[in-house]
T-cell receptor, first 114, second 114 residues
Framework: DGGITQSPKYLFRKEGQNVTLSCEQN?????MYWYRQDPGQGLRLIYY???????QKGDIAEGYSVSREKKESFPLTVTSAQKNPTAFYLC?????????????FGPGTRLTVL | AQSVTQLDSHVSVSEGTPVLLRCNYS??????LFWYVQHPNKGLQLLLK??????LVKGINGFEAEFKKSETSFHLTKPSAHMSDAAEYFC????????????FGSGTRLQVQP
């Protein structure tokens, strides 16, 4: 089955720790995205990548980092510089990254700071 | 810049009655518009999308939406609600210039009463 997988489903972080969220897709999509979702709000873009070895900051990139070494993978690291990381994180991918493309979403990772 | 406003944060209907979820958008360019649905603690699933073809768009699970340029609206409707329709719905706008990512509305939570 083609799709997007995210792991882990739940993640707990202590103060001062960096954590990495995994996102893998087997849809052969060029573009991948990371969003953050807070209660009562829509999704906000953290980072996006339209091609391997290239990525761009979204609206709320501070305290986050990404890499895109393989087409299939787009891991997100939440660093200790992110002061309020508790949220639901969603990864998505699309064919080309154009405005008409449908973005397909993974099941999400819920991050909680202890 | 683009933006999207979902006019109701919560909508409650009885099973078997019509559903109307309202969305207004703002865009300097011809937009693509999407409706996504999210069930609790899940990723987002595409219901339908408008990309400058027919203004009445039919989606999955009996949903449809009409693009009205004069009203800058893209309301989502369904003739008869089902219990399984209870979820959060997001209206999304995307335009073809600059960063190729989606701008999400804040969401409408649909409750379906038996």
């Amino acid at each position: 089955d083609g799709g997007i997988t995210q792991s882990p489903k739940y993640l707990f972080r202590k103060e001062g720790q960096n954590v990495t969220l995994s996102c893998e897709q087997n849809l052969n999509h060029d573009a991948m995205y990371w969003y953050r979702q807070d209660p009562g709000q829509g999704l906000r873009l953290i980072y996006y990548s339209q091609i391997v070895n290239d990525f761009q900051k979204g609206d709320i990139a501070e305290g986050y980092s990404v890499s895109r070494e393989k087409k299939e993978s787009f891991p997100l690291t939440v660093t200790s510089a992110q002061k309020n990381p508790t949220a639901f994180y969603l990864c998505a991918s699309s064919t080309l990254g154009t405005s008409t493309d449908t973005q397909y979403f993974g099941p999400g990772t819920r991050l909680t700071v202890l | 810049a683009q933006s999207v406003t979902q006019l109701d944060s919560h909508v409650s209907v009885s099973e078997g009655t019509p559903v109307l979820l309202r969305c207004n958008y703002s865009s300097s360019y011809s937009p693509s518009l999407f409706w996504y649905v999210q069930h609790p603690n899940k990723g987002l699933q595409l219901l339908l999308k408008y990309t400058s073809a027919a203004t009445l768009v039919k989606g999955i699970n009996g949903f449809e939406a009409e693009f009205k340029k004069s009203e800058t609206s893209f309301h989502l409707t369904k003739p008869s609600a089902h219990m399984s329709d209870a979820a959060e719905y997001f209206c999304v706008v995307s335009v073809g210039t600059g960063r190729r990512a989606l701008t999400f509305g804040s969401g409408t939570r649909l409750q379906v009463q038996p």
